[in-house]
């Protein structure tokens, strides 16, 4: 928007100038007329804040149009109107091809005066507005040019993407001048052949939609082909506009190499042996991490053997080393991984052979991954990053591994167990009650029923002991069972005088019938055990599932957590098996049970997530 604007007017004719001056400052308060009757006053006055020259043509000392090849000399692009009373095509025709601005001829009437005044102020107008589109157009030069990506501004031909200028970067990045390209096929620069359909979709969608572009691309640059974030501007008056391509290869290459990661990772999870394990984490250091010298060391004691190495490593440099010496150690001891970008800096490192960098990884508690390189700092965060990642799942294998076989150690150790139950202690056993029963032919003694009950009782325990031990829940047929016979059943291995069982659960549920009988049975005794014999004990049914209360004394609630647990008892004649084998039943089961207090006082345990059968209505 125009404020004050400067006039400087040229005519050898004083008269001319100051009535001009008048009438052009009257016309529009924005113009400020300074005057001038000689070439050198108006040189003298013409300077950076003026905004627009009006000269005539024919004067003594230059005419018009040397005049303004003298101003545009220091003013390349300061309006100039030649306003004369000389008027011709020819003056016209040179004055246009001199450059000036505007060209107006002298009238003899005042009017000519608001013609001009018009003209004045159209020409600075335009020139304000070319002046802050080439300072908005030097400004965006500046960016372009600074820009840290590579950056071409395009035109089209034909929908051929023709370069009509590329940034610093742009020139380092594809190994191209400005002055190389410019005016040559983008694609057929950097473009390589696999890629040149979708370069194509992308000229295409670009020039027939003027509509920003973002595509991910491959380019070939001056080291390669690399992989791209092209992002394209349109402009808004023609076909072409800028295009920025951010790299993004690195980026690529660690989300193929984390997918890659994420396959091994299964990989090792179906790894069975420790030798397969090791293989497969040197395999992928290769493939994966690019590592050509590598490997994997377990602690055997204090020392760290090789389990696994890399093809390229050479025999003299599998070397088993204690768990206090060298980096090896050291990434032991500490549990923490470490990148030496020079060996020959690093005090612990005693380097076999032309190493000079390393990378080296814990894993876990079973051993050491070590990287080394002949080249200095070769080791980057990425690779560590991903070296850690690959690692923390040969650990997280090794781990299972070392599970599995402390597993298969306890189900040996188990099954001896439960073969000495089973031979070695219910054989002597058969055959002490035998002797017990021959020995009640020969005489009557109140001691052999005692002897008899307590051959008994060491049974049941056997039986228990045995159910724990194998653990074999998953080894039962479901079929419909009576909760009523259930109890019942139950009830009568462990009765005693001075207890008494209501069974009112009228209901069938799916269950393995000499499970559930054992479950009766060991709430039964641990019932009647905590009670000193004298206790009543209720059987009934409730929604999805049934009860089992007794009069007894109860349980406390912070104890109510732990009394399911193998060997957990108060009683003093408890074992501490029976609840423990009535939660293993109710696991096998895929039942619920909950621990509260009777109606009477004592314990009620609640059995839920119970599949009803049918409905009975006999007990």
């Not at 018009?64 to 306003?83: C, D, K, M, Q, S």
Request: charged share 25%; proline share 4%.
């Amino acid at each position: 928007m125009l404020t004050d604007t400067s006039v400087v007017h040229v005519d050898d004719d004083p008269e001319i100038v100051e009535l001009a001056a008048t009438y052009l400052e009257r016309q529009d308060d924005r113009l400020t007329v300074t005057t001038a009757t000689t070439i050198s006053d108006a040189l003298d006055q013409i300077t950076a804040t003026t905004d627009c020259v009006v000269s005539d043509y024919e004067m003594p000392e230059m005419n018009g149009i040397e005049l303004l090849n003298t101003v545009r000399a220091e003013y390349p692009n300061l309006p100039f109107i030649l306003f004369t009373g000389k008027g011709s095509e020819e003056i016209a025709s040179e004055a246009i091809s001199a450059g000036v601005t505007d060209y107006l001829q002298k009238e003899t009437n005042v009017e000519q005066y608001t013609l001009l005044a018009n003209r004045i102020l159209n020409v600075v107008t335009q020139h304000e507005a070319e002046q802050r589109v080439n300072t908005e157009r030097q400004r965006f030069q500046s960016l372009f040019n600074e820009l840290s990506q590579p950056a071409v501004e395009i035109d089209y031909d034909a929908g051929e993407p023709i370069v009509q200028s590329v940034n610093v970067a742009f020139e380092e990045v594809f190994g191209y001048a400005a002055t190389e390209i410019g005016g040559e096929s983008l694609d057929a620069a950097i473009v390589p052949e696999h890629d040149e359909e979708t370069a194509s979709q992308i000229n295409s969608q670009f020039c027939n939609s003027r509509q920003p572009e973002a595509r991910e691309v491959t380019r070939q640059t001056d080291t390669g082909p690399r992989e791209f974030l092209l992002q394209a501007a349109p402009f808004d008056d023609r076909s072409g506009g800028f295009i920025i391509y951010t790299d993004i290869t690195d980026r690529k290459r660690r989300e193929e190499k984390l997918s890659a990661l994420h396959d091994v990772a299964e990989e090792l999870a179906q790894s069975e042996t420790v030798s397969e394990v090791c293989d497969r984490t040197i395999t992928a250091s290769k493939e994966i991490l690019s590592f050509d010298l590598s490997v994997v060391g377990l602690t055997d004691g204090d020392v760290i053997k090789p389990q696994a190495v890399s093809e390229e490593v050479p025999p003299d440099g599998l070397v088993a080393m204690s768990v206090s010496e060298g980096i090896l150690g050291k990434t032991y001891r500490t549990g923490e991984s470490y990148v030496f970008d020079d060996l020959e800096t690093v005090p612990e490192a005693n380097p076999q052979g032309p190493y000079k960098s390393a990378i080296s990884v814990p894993i876990g508690d079973h051993g050491v991954f070590q990287a080394v390189a002949t080249t200095r700092n070769s080791f980057n965060k990425t690779d560590h990053e991903l070296t850690e990642l690959l690692i923390r799942h040969t650990d997280s294998a090794l781990s299972r591994l070392q599970r599995e076989r402390q597993l298969e150690q306890q189900t040996v150790r188990f099954d001896r167990f439960t073969s000495m139950l089973s031979h070695d202690l219910r054989n002597p056993l058969t055959v002490a009650a035998g002797h017990v029963e021959l020995l009640s032919d020969e005489c009557n003694s109140e001691h052999l029923d005692k002897i008899a009950h307590a051959h008994h009782r060491m049974e049941e325990l056997i039986d228990n002991v045995l159910m724990l031990a194998r653990n074999d829940d998953a080894e039962v047929t479901m079929e419909p069972v009576s909760v009523n016979r259930a109890a019942k059943q139950g009830w009568q291995s462990v009765n005693t005088p001075n207890a008494t069982l209501s069974a009112t659960c009228e209901m069938t549920v799916s269950a393995a019938p000499s499970q559930l009988k054992r479950l009766f049975e060991n709430v039964f005794r641990n019932a009647i055990e905590h009670s000193n014999g004298s206790v009543s004990v209720t059987v009934g049914a409730m929604d999805a599932g049934f009860y089992i209360a007794d009069t007894g004394p109860g349980i406390p609630e912070d104890e109510r957590d732990v009394i399911f647990t193998t060997g957990y008892s108060t009683a003093a004649s408890g074992t501490g098996l029976g609840l423990a084998i009535v939660s293993q039943i109710v696991q096998t089961h895929d039942w619920n049970i909950a621990v509260c207090d009777s109606e009477a006082g004592g314990t009620r345990l609640e059995i839920t997530g119970v599949e009803t059968v049918i409905l009975s209505n006999s007990s």
